[in-house]
């Protein structure tokens, strides 16, 4: 119904109303963030008095690369690329405020908190060609602060929009109060979750910081919203699983020692029922271990200017996953020589199995046809490896099973 999907929605504008509470999260401003006294207090405190509450700091992406900005316009067939040949190369914003879907035809606002060096003729002359850049890209003019009592009219105009009128909603309503609004968070970003982990073990797997030839793995799981690690590892174990059994040589994936650590709001989701026994309060996490690789996730909070009040356990390995502002570079794709993959069927076929759905003439071709497949794959098949195809099939392409002789191409 309209309140479900209302619900879904907003669980797609990720925010996270406990920012408030500074005993346990807290932004922390270092040179590489907020580059002086002046932008920390326009930051920490300008801001969220302009819009009457802190939500607007977890909309801000910090000191962001205008190469990003300009390399990965959101407008579309506009790209201003040729810019990032010049002046622009490893330049950042003070401030940038994108927005996933156009709001007031504008794809972002930049907010530059501009010092004396700004008055100079030069410099003067890269802002202007900065903010022309921005502009071709899609996003409104650059604001430029100068004194905390600057108008931020352009700014404010945009807090009505869908987006950040829905970000506000969210801190000051949060979704995980319900249990309504708990299960829309779990449908609309659990999923993203678990990929985000699978994501990060395949990448440790893949550079042998996580390694396959060892009898065991313990990994922790900081869970700081959407319960996901149980869904992430038993999804991980079975896709390795069936490629193991297409591979043919017998290995399996080490034992995972799962242990997650979650937060209260989020003890009472759906997805942790019936793994208590695994689950404990975050607050206990430094106590534990060691383990292999301790994952840091969240997927409320966007960007790394947050930091938590809770210890590390001790580890080796230690990945904090989070949601991003934008694209950050551009996709890549990891390839390999081809893979040879033992056969589907313990043998070939014989030309009497070859020919015995073709011997009656009276039979119809598409009775034939399926008459010799049944010859050939009867007793032939090697279960797991079909049983492991047909997962894949599945999982990638939602096909319930083969066609009629398939198999015996796929085989090829």
């Excluded at 959101?74 to 940038?96: H, I, M, N, W």
């Excluded at 409104?140 to 105009?157: A, F, G, K, N, V």
């Excluded at 678990?194 to 990994?219: C, K, P």
């Excluded at 799962?258 to 309060?281: C, K, R, V």
Aim: charged share 25%.
């Amino acid at each position: 119904d309209a309140d479900r999907i209302d619900l879904l929605r907003r669980a797609l504008h990720p925010i996270d109303p406990r920012m408030h509470a500074a005993n346990n999260y807290r932004y922390e401003p270092t040179w590489e963030k907020l580059e002086s006294a002046f932008e920390e207090g326009f930051f920490l405190n300008r801001l969220p008095e302009v819009f009457g509450s802190a939500f607007i700091l977890q909309a801000l992406d910090l000191q962001r690369s205008l190469e990003d900005i300009l390399h990965f316009p959101q407008a579309g067939e506009t790209s201003p690329k040729t810019y990032l040949k010049g002046d622009f190369t490893q330049q950042r914003v003070d401030f940038a405020l994108p927005f996933p879907y156009p709001q007031n035809e504008k794809w972002g606002i930049i907010l530059e908190v501009d010092g004396p060096q700004h008055n100079t003729t030069a410099q003067q002359s890269l802002d202007q060609r900065r903010d022309k850049a921005v502009s071709e890209a899609g996003w409104d003019d650059t604001l430029r602060i100068r004194s905390m009592t600057d108008s931020l009219d352009r700014l404010l105009q945009y807090q009505e929009a869908p987006y950040l009128k829905t970000l506000k909603q969210n801190f000051q309503e949060p979704l995980y109060a319900s249990s309504s609004g708990l299960t829309a968070l779990q449908l609309a970003l659990t999923p993203i979750a678990v990929a985000r982990i699978q994501g990060v073990l395949a990448r440790f797997v893949l550079h042998d910081w996580l390694s396959l030839e060892r009898e065991q793995w313990r990994i922790a799981v900081l869970e700081r919203d959407v319960p996901a690690a149980h869904l992430a590892m038993e999804d991980f174990k079975i896709h390795f699983e069936h490629l193991f059994a297409l591979e043919g040589q017998g290995r399996q994936l080490p034992q995972i020692e799962l242990s997650i650590f979650n937060t209260p709001e989020f003890a009472g989701a759906a997805l942790n029922q019936g793994h208590q026994n695994t689950i404990q309060d975050i607050s206990k996490a430094a106590d534990a271990g060691p383990f292999d690789l301790v994952l840091d996730c969240s997927t409320l909070v966007r960007g790394h200017a947050v930091v938590f009040s809770e210890r590390m356990p001790q580890t080796r390995l230690h990945a904090v996953i989070r949601s991003s502002f934008g694209q950050r570079r551009d996709r890549r794709f990891i390839s390999e020589k081809p893979i040879q993959y033992p056969g589907i069927f313990t043998r070939d076929m014989t030309d009497e199995e070859r020919l015995s759905g073709f011997l009656d003439p009276d039979t119809p071709l598409e009775q034939q046809v399926e008459a010799g497949r049944r010859a050939y794959e009867r007793d032939l098949l090697i279960p797991e490896r079909i049983h492991a195809l047909t997962f894949f099939l599945q999982s990638v392409f939602r096909k319930t099973s083969f066609r009629p002789g398939q198999l015996p191409i796929i085989d090829q």
